[in-house]
């Protein structure tokens, strides 16, 4: 079973920057996607970024001027760096993957980080 286990979340505020970190176990290329997800209170969960095993990103329209998500595959991590942080995105950040040769949706998920921004 693939385990993701997402970091650097915490209380942070208006304006501020973070990245959060995301370590698989195995290598990067059992994947043909890593994204990051997030779940506000009382709301669905969204999809914030995703990358592709190729490299290519995607992103939230909410997000897509302030939010980079990037790998290092050596280090079988994920990062997701957000900057002018708003109070709205206060969440549960959720580091997902989607197994090579799968569509749809992810297959594995992390246990989750809480950002909470102060205004």
């Known amino acids: 079973q693939v385990q993701l286990v997402e970091s650097g979340g915490g209380l942070q505020q208006a304006g501020g920057s973070l990245t959060l970190s995301c370590v698989h176990d195995?290598?990067?290329?059992?994947?043909?996607?890593m994204a990051w997800y997030r779940q506000a209170p009382g709301r669905e969960r969204e999809l914030v970024a995703l990358?592709?095993?190729?490299?290519?990103?995607n992103y939230a329209h909410s997000v897509k001027d302030r939010c980079t998500i990037s790998r290092d595959i050596a280090k079988n991590t994920v990062y997701l760096q957000m900057n002018s942080l708003k109070p709205e995105d206060t969440a549960v950040y959720y580091c997902?993957?989607?197994?090579?040769?799968?569509?749809?949706?992810?297959?594995?998920w992390g246990k989750g980080t809480l950002i909470t921004v102060s205004s």
């Open positions: 997902a993957a989607r197994a090579a040769g799968r569509t749809g949706g992810m297959d594995y």
């Open positions: 195995g290598s990067f290329f059992i994947f043909n996607a």
């Open positions: 990358i592709t095993i190729g490299g290519d990103t």
